[in-house]
């Protein structure tokens, strides 16, 4: 397989949204990616909607290009099975919580005295070093102790409201996958790898602040928290529908209020800066609130392009599969899977230039890999059918 990450050997003992997100993408750049699964599988292969038991949507999109091994690690002897992929693998990412990695004999320690070179990557709700480490912590926990779910309630104006995606999981995906690569790169310089800790409550605090923490940056605080901004930031009604608008710098303001006829606001000190919007920035949105009820999107649309004001559709997820822009890029891809049969998926949204990541596995059937898996790790084929036999590994 092509790619930036081509000859990187991964194991993936990770399960649902957050790590199988992060694999994902190294296995889409190129890493021979090796999910290690429990006997039952992981519990996004039982979410519909899915055609086949066992490959639910979700799975589906979030495993493509890994090899599957099935494997009881609550098993002594599927402990023997996982050192022995140590030996050669470069990284080994996880979201079980640590102190159960510990007891099931995987720690970093033990591992790191069989492989020097490995990567262990940790994802899991809370860091070590609090307080909170060891508890439990989805997606919807992490959005609403990051805030969040205020947040989404317009800072308590309604009820508060999850995002509805797996913002807290994917996010804190993201940071895994620049966690092994950079830690890669740096064993390249130091030729020792390391242990590297990616936890969710963290990743979204840090992301939740970095725009709302404001007046509290400061010692002592000159303020409170949040961005005054953002609390306006939602579609406008129009008088068809509902428009995404943003006339942000001055010059935009400018060419916008000459584009409406509305001269006497140009020089006016509520319109013509930055720091004059933020002061009046209720009278502002208004104003735009209001006039933008008074044409229909198309109207708005052909004016806004014709005057260089950002102006884009308010599409449902629905319409993204039509997309022009998306379509016409190549950004979907038709696979043929062995049991699903023809399937739609979103390519990685990087281009390269050099190293492009060629085709995908299609996301494997549970215990699909696990015989090849077991023999390049040097056991026979007694041995492996002894190991099905007895419960330990799962083949199809």
């Known amino acids: 397989m092509a790619g930036p990450l081509s000859g990187v050997k991964i194991l993936d003992l990770t399960t649902v949204v957050m790590g199988p997100f992060a694999t994902q993408i190294l296995a889409e750049l190129g890493a021979d990616v090796i999910k290690v699964e429990p006997l039952e599988g992981d519990n996004m292969r039982h979410v519909g909607p899915m055609k086949t038991p066992g490959m639910g949507h979700l799975f589906v999109n979030l495993n493509r290009g890994k090899r599957a091994l099935a494997v009881d690690l609550k098993q002594p002897e599927a402990r023997e099975v996982i050192l022995g992929l140590v030996r050669d693998a470069d990284v080994l990412i996880y979201n079980i919580r640590p102190a159960a990695m510990a007891r099931l004999g995987l720690g970093y320690e033990a591992l790191r005295a069989i492989n020097p070179r490995l990567v262990y990557v940790g994802t899991y709700g809370y860091s070590e070093r609090g307080p909170n480490a060891g508890r439990a912590a989805y997606d919807d926990l992490i959005q609403g102790a990051t805030g969040l779910a205020w947040l989404n309630s317009r800072e308590g104006e309604a009820p508060p409201g999850y995002v509805p995606v797996n913002m807290a999981d994917r996010l804190t995906g993201l940071h895994a996958v620049y966690a092994v690569t950079s830690a890669l790169f740096a064993r390249e310089r130091t030729g020792e790898g390391q242990s590297v800790e990616v936890p969710m409550f963290e ?36 008088r068809d529908g509902w428009l995404c608008v943003l006339v942000y710098n001055d010059r935009q303001w400018r060419r916008f209020l000459e584009a409406v006829n509305r001269q006497d606001l140009v020089d006016d000190p509520r319109f013509a800066s930055v720091g004059g919007r933020a002061a009046h920035i209720d009278e502002v949105y208004a104003f735009l609130a209001e006039l933008l009820q008074t044409r229909t999107n198309a ?12 102006v884009a559709p308010m599409n449902t997820v629905a319409d993204l599969v039509t997309n022009e822009h998306l379509t016409g890029g190549g950004f979907f891809e038709r696979e043929e899977h062995p049991t699903e049969g023809e399937l739609r998926a979103p390519r990685t949204p990087t281009d390269w230039s050099a190293t492009k990541p060629g085709p995908r596995r299609p996301a494997p059937r549970l215990g699909e890999h696990s015989a090849d898996i077991l023999r390049e790790a040097g056991l026979d084929d007694a041995r492996i059918a002894d190991l099905v036999q007895r419960g330990i590994v799962r083949t199809p």
């Not at 992301?207 to 306006?232: C, E, M, N, Q």
């Not at 109207?299 to 950002?310: F, G, K, R, V």
């Open 203 to 238: 990743a979204v605090a840090q992301f939740v602040l970095g725009d709302h923490l404001a007046g509290l940056s400061y010692v002592p605080p000159i303020s409170g928290t949040g961005y005054a901004r953002l609390k306006h930031r939602r579609p406008y009604r129009t």
């Open 299 to 310: 109207e708005w649309t052909t004016l806004l392009e014709a005057t260089d004001i950002p």
